[in-house]
């Protein structure tokens, strides 16, 4: 993008750090994935938004990305503090399906909506399950400076690493407010490495292990499958703030033991050099929950007619680090913004293509034109400084509006600016953001047919036909917008 350093915030500093790659050239970075027990809700989908604008900005940089997210099929409790059922076992024996076939409706539900979004596609998706082997190869090799056993499982001795929840900025004491009810717990903080099968009975997802026949405990996927596939000490560890609480804390606490190294005031001593957290996804009646029966997901927006891109666009229209409240107000006024764009982008698409064909330009950080080039810095400044898709965004709209000048120059820094947005400017039509709601079953053709006779009545100054054929319109649903300033001729209510 530019020589100017990429600032970003390390949650594990609470500082902004300047970007320096553990191995030169390269990016590595850890998303913590989706408990696939459920379809994903926006407030999820979120945090993979903010993390794939990060993996846009390190290519930008000219880095070579190694993106890694992780599919947690097993050890997630109903509570993140290791109490409760696994999500996984509860939701199978609710539904009376397996977990594998649970797993799999799941993981391509949210798969789809990973699309739909226009994130891309990471550089593996590592399944928690098939690290079982690593996992207690791991845990093997901290039980026995770290781990002790009781009744219920290996539990990690939180005291027994320095700095514990420091990233949380947790008192240990009192734990976060974590209530110990596992009996033979010797910290309130302290977390299941493996949980055992209770006596006489049989889970779905169970293994042998050193101690007796379980599963994983949910932290422990992270840390294997990170130092598995991006060793110690990786560039970054990204996911939502509910994270910074609980489970990074303590996959930090294992990378600790795992290492054998000392405390926090070296951040690579954690396991990854930056720890990132996108904050949540709110919505005024009430929180935004995957277990909590009726939820905000990514095809609802869909069904009501939105285009999943306008959702996109409105995470990317407050900083990751803000909370972001969802409004159907707020998803239109971005669906609006987004169609604006897009208007724009036809044009200049249109005009590039008849501008002359085969001009070859420089690339566009060597552009010097004085209406672009303020631009382009301004748009990498945005970037640079911790991502700051609010005012990137700006950039991006000015530049779509700069008049009287090269069309292919602009085209190919609207082109350049959206690569890191991912907005698809250039693929998306007028058309296809639409509204268009599940439930309307007038076709667009019947539409089209209707709207050239209401011409012809009108061209022949019959108003009373047609006011007539716009009455019958509206009752399919259909609106009329008679000189709308963006050019649409109807819309579905
Ligand atoms: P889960 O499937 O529950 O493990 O969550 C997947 C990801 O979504 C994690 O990174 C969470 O921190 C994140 N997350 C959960 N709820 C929200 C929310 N309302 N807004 C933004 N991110 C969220
Ligand atoms: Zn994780």
Same mark, same amino acid.
């Given at each position: 993008?530019?020589?100017?350093?990429?600032?970003?915030?390390?949650?594990?500093?609470?500082?902004?750090?300047?970007?320096?790659?553990?191995?030169?050239?390269?990016?590595?970075?850890? @998303?913590?994935?989706?408990?696939?027990?459920?379809?994903?809700?926006?407030?999820?989908?979120?945090?993979?938004?903010?993390?794939?604008?990060?993996?846009?900005?390190?290519?930008?940089?000219?880095?070579?990305? @190694?993106?890694?997210?992780?599919? @947690?099929?097993?050890?997630?409790?109903?509570?993140?503090?290791?109490?409760?059922?696994?999500?996984?076992?509860?939701?199978?024996?609710?539904?009376?399906?397996?977990?594998?076939?649970?797993?799999?409706?799941?993981?391509?539900?949210?798969?789809?909506?990973?699309?739909?979004?226009?994130?891309?596609?990471?550089?593996?998706?590592?399944?928690?399950?098939?690290?079982?082997? &690593?996992?207690?190869?791991?845990?093997?090799?901290?039980?026995?400076?770290?781990?002790?056993?009781?009744?219920?499982?290996?539990?990690?001795?939180?005291?027994?690493?320095?700095?514990?929840?420091?990233?949380?900025?947790?008192? @240990?004491?009192?734990?976060?407010?974590?209530?110990?009810?596992?009996?033979?717990?010797?910290?309130?903080?302290?977390?299941?490495?493996?949980?055992?099968?209770?006596?006489?009975?049989?889970?779905?997802?169970?293994?042998?292990?050193?101690?007796?026949?379980?599963?994983?405990?949910?932290?422990?996927?992270?840390?294997?499958?990170?130092?598995?596939?991006?060793?110690?000490?990786?560039?970054?560890?990204?996911?939502?703030?509910?994270?910074?609480?609980?489970?990074?804390?303590?996959?930090?606490?294992?990378?600790?033991?795992?290492?054998?190294?000392?405390?926090?005031?070296?951040?690579?001593?954690?396991?990854?050099?930056?720890?990132?957290?996108?904050?949540?996804?709110?919505?005024?009646?009430?929180?935004?929950?995957?277990?909590?029966?009726?939820?905000?997901?990514?095809?609802?927006?869909?069904?009501?007619?939105?285009?999943?891109?306008?959702?996109?666009?409105?995470?990317?229209?407050?900083?990751?680090?803000?909370?972001?409240?969802?409004?159907?107000?707020?998803?239109?006024?971005?669906?609006?913004?987004?169609?604006?764009?897009?208007?724009?982008?036809?044009?200049?698409?249109?005009?590039?293509?008849?501008?002359?064909?085969?001009?070859?330009?420089?690339?566009?950080?060597?552009?010097?034109?004085?209406?672009?080039?303020?631009?382009?810095?301004?748009?990498?400044?945005?970037?640079?400084?911790?991502?700051?898709?609010?005012?990137?965004?700006?950039?991006?709209?000015?530049?779509?509006?700069?008049?009287?000048?090269?069309?292919?120059?602009?085209?190919?820094?609207?082109?350049?600016?959206?690569?890191?947005?991912?907005?698809?400017?250039?693929?998306?039509?007028?058309? &296809?953001?639409?509204?268009?709601?599940?439930?309307?079953?007038?076709?667009?053709?019947?539409?089209?047919?209707?709207?050239?006779?209401?011409?012809?009545?009108?061209?022949?100054?019959?108003?009373?036909?047609?006011?007539?054929?716009?009455?019958?319109?509206?009752?399919?649903?259909?609106?009329?917008?008679?000189?709308?300033?963006?050019?649409?001729?109807?819309?579905?209510?």
């Amino acid at each position: 993008m530019t020589d100017a350093p990429l600032k970003l915030f390390n949650s594990l500093t609470r500082k902004l750090e300047e970007f320096q790659p553990v191995h030169a050239g390269e990016a590595r970075v850890y @998303t913590c994935g989706p408990t696939v027990y459920n379809y994903p809700h926006i407030g999820n989908m979120r945090a993979y938004v903010f993390a794939d604008i990060l993996g846009r900005t390190l290519s930008h940089q000219g880095l070579k990305l @190694t993106h890694i997210i992780n599919i @947690t099929d097993v050890g997630h409790l109903t509570d993140d503090a290791d109490e409760g059922e696994d999500k996984m076992e509860k939701m199978a024996a609710e539904k009376a399906q397996s977990i594998w076939d649970i797993a799999k409706h799941y993981t391509e539900a949210y798969w789809a909506d990973v699309k739909a979004l226009n994130i891309r596609q990471p550089a593996r998706w590592s399944v928690a399950t098939d690290y079982i082997e &690593d996992m207690l190869e791991f845990a093997k090799s901290i039980a026995d400076k770290h781990c002790y056993e009781c009744e219920t499982g290996l539990y990690f001795d939180t005291t027994t690493v320095e700095d514990y929840g420091r990233l949380a900025r947790a008192v @240990t004491e009192e734990g976060e407010g974590r209530i110990d009810t596992v009996e033979g717990k010797r910290n309130a903080a302290d977390f299941a490495i493996w949980r055992k099968t209770p006596r006489g009975e049989k889970r779905q997802m169970e293994w042998d292990s050193p101690w007796g026949k379980g599963a994983p405990g949910w932290h422990l996927e992270c840390s294997v499958m990170g130092e598995k596939l991006l060793g110690f000490p990786f560039d970054i560890h990204t996911g939502g703030i509910d994270h910074r609480e609980i489970h990074h804390p303590n996959e930090i606490a294992q990378n600790q033991a795992f290492c054998g190294c000392g405390g926090l005031s070296t951040a690579t001593n954690s396991g990854a050099k930056i720890w990132m957290h996108n904050n949540f996804l709110v919505e005024r009646s009430g929180k935004m929950s995957k277990s909590s029966g009726e939820f905000l997901r990514l095809q609802l927006l869909i069904d009501k007619g939105y285009h999943p891109l306008s959702y996109r666009l409105m995470c990317l229209q407050a900083h990751y680090r803000s909370e972001l409240e969802f409004s159907w107000e707020g998803l239109t006024a971005a669906l609006t913004r987004l169609k604006r764009m897009v208007m724009a982008a036809e044009r200049l698409a249109q005009q590039a293509s008849e501008a002359k064909q085969g001009q070859r330009l420089p690339s566009v950080s060597e552009f010097q034109h004085p209406k672009l080039r303020p631009l382009i810095d301004k748009f990498a400044a945005a970037m640079l400084d911790d991502l700051n898709t609010p005012i990137a965004l700006t950039a991006l709209e000015e530049a779509l509006a700069v008049k009287k000048i090269d069309a292919g120059m602009k085209h190919a820094v609207v082109a350049y600016m959206d690569e890191v947005l991912g907005l698809d400017l250039f693929k998306l039509s007028r058309k &296809d953001l639409r509204v268009r709601p599940k439930h309307a079953e007038i076709s667009e053709e019947q539409i089209d047919e209707a709207l050239e006779r209401r011409k012809t009545a009108r061209a022949d100054k019959d108003f009373a036909a047609s006011d007539a054929i716009r009455d019958e319109l509206a009752a399919q649903g259909v609106e009329v917008m008679d000189g709308d300033p963006l050019g649409w001729e109807w819309k579905l209510t």
